[in-house]
C-alpha cells in the first residue's frame, strides 16, 4: 500500500504546528518525532503545506499475473442438508452468461459426503466440469478442511474467477480462500461482468448504498466474488446436457481440523422472506407497532408474509429476518407490495428483481414510484382495509 513518509530532520521545532495540519488528528507528537496513526483518511493536505516534511511513497508494482495461465469461471457449490443450495443454481447460471462472453468453460466445485449424486444435476444447469471431493471428514462445514480443497481445486484448475454464494459459509471460506492466493475478494455484488481479457467488472453498493462501487482485479488470480441469495435468476434445467465429472481426493492429514463437531441438532425449517411468492411490505408510514397487524391481514389474505424496512428493525416492531435491504435480505418474490416505503437505494437493491411492484405511499414524489409497476398515492390507512375488504368480498364471491 502506499504510505507517508516523515521527513523528522525537517520537522525540528515545528513539530506541534505540523500535527494541527490533519484535520482527521491523525499526525501525533510523541517524544518530539511526529508520526501518523490509522486516522489517517491519505487525503495529502499534510503533504501539500507540511513544507517537505511530508513525502508520498507509491509501493514497487509488482508484474501483473499471467492471465494466460488462469482460465475458466468456477462456482463453488453449497450443499444444506444433503441438497444443492439454490444460490448455486443462481452462480450457475451467471457464471455460464459471463463464460459465454470470454468462450471460457464453466466449473463447479462440489464438496461434501455421500454428494457424488449431485453433480449429473449440476452439469445439467450449465457446469461445463464438476469437481467432487467426497470424503467422510467433508460431512460438515468447517473452515479448515473446506479452504483445503478448494484451495487444491484453484491450484489444479486455475480458475480465472471464483464465484461464492453469499451465505454463512460462503461468506467464510471466500475471504479465506482469497487469502491464501493474495487476491481480492469482493463481497455482495449485485452485479457481474467480464472483459475480453477475462478481468470480472464486479458492482456492489458502498458507503451505506449511496453509491455502487465498480471493483476491478486486473493483475491478480483468481478474482473472487460473493453473491448474495435471489440475485441471479435460476437458468432453465437441461436434462440432456453433458460435461464431465472429476472424482477428486485430499489426504486425511489436509483435511485436519482443530474443530471437533460433537453433535448437529437440527433446525425447524421455516419459510423466510426470501422463499415467498409474495410480500407485504411496512416502512415508516405505518405509525404504530399495532398496526402491523393490518398489513399481515393483508398478507396472510394473499398467501404471502410481511416484511420491512431497516427503520422498523431498528424500532424493534419486527423480527431483523423480515428486514428487505443491503442490511437485510434480498428477495425476488412475484408480487411485492410496499406500504408506506419511501423507496431508499438501500432497500429497493434488495427487492427490485420482483416481477410486480405495487407501491402505496402519500408521498407522490417518493422514489419508490421510480421502481414500482403500480403507483398508489395515498394514505395505507384507507387503502389497505379497502383492498382487504375487496379481497374478502372475492373470495366470498368465488
Known sequence: ?????????????????????????????????????????????????????????????????????????????????????????????????????????????????????????????????????????????????????????????????????????????????????RTGLTADCTKLDISGESDLDQIRPAYGGNIMAHINTPRHRPQFATVRYKIFSIPPRNPNASGRIHECELTPEKLASAIEITKVLPKAQEKGIEEAEVLVVAGRGVRKAEDLALLQELADLLGGKLASTRALVEAGWIDARCQIGLSGRTVKPKLIITCGVSGAIQFVAGMNGAEKIIAINTDSTAPIFQVAHIGITGDLYKIVPDLIDRIKNAGEEA
Open 1 to 181: 500500500m502506499a504510505q507517508i513518509r516523515i521527513h523528522q530532520e525537517k520537522a525540528a521545532g515545528k513539530q506541534e504546528a505540523l500535527a494541527k495540519l490533519c484535520p482527521f488528528g491523525a499526525i501525533e507528537v510523541a517524544n518530539g518525532q511526529l508520526s501518523i496513526s490509522a486516522a489517517c483518511k491519505m487525503c495529502r493536505l499534510c503533504i501539500r503545506k507540511g513544507d517537505g516534511v511530508f513525502e508520498f511513497v507509491e509501493d514497487e508494482v509488482k508484474p501483473a499475473v499471467d492471465k494466460s495461465q488462469w482460465r475458466g469461471i468456477a462456482v463453488v457449490a453449497e450443499v444444506e442438508n444433503g441438497n444443492v443450495h439454490p444460490v448455486t443454481l443462481e452462480l450457475i447460471g451467471k457464471a455460464k452468461e459471463l463464460a459465454a462472453k470470454v468462450s471460457e468453460p464453466v466449473f463447479c466445485l462440489l464438496i461434501g459426503t455421500d454428494i457424488s449424486g449431485k453433480a449429473k444435476m449440476l452439469l445439467e444447469y450449465g457446469a461445463n466440469e464438476v469437481f467432487v471431493y467426497d470424503q467422510p471428514e467433508l460431512r460438515h462445514f468447517r473452515i479448515e478442511p473446506y479452504t483445503a480443497v478448494l484451495e487444491d481445486f484453484i491450484r489444479n484448475n486455475k480458475p480465472s474467477a471464483v464465484l461464492v454464494g453469499g451465505t454463512p459459509a460462503g461468506r467464510s471460506l471466500a475471504p479465506r480462500a482469497a487469502a491464501r492466493f
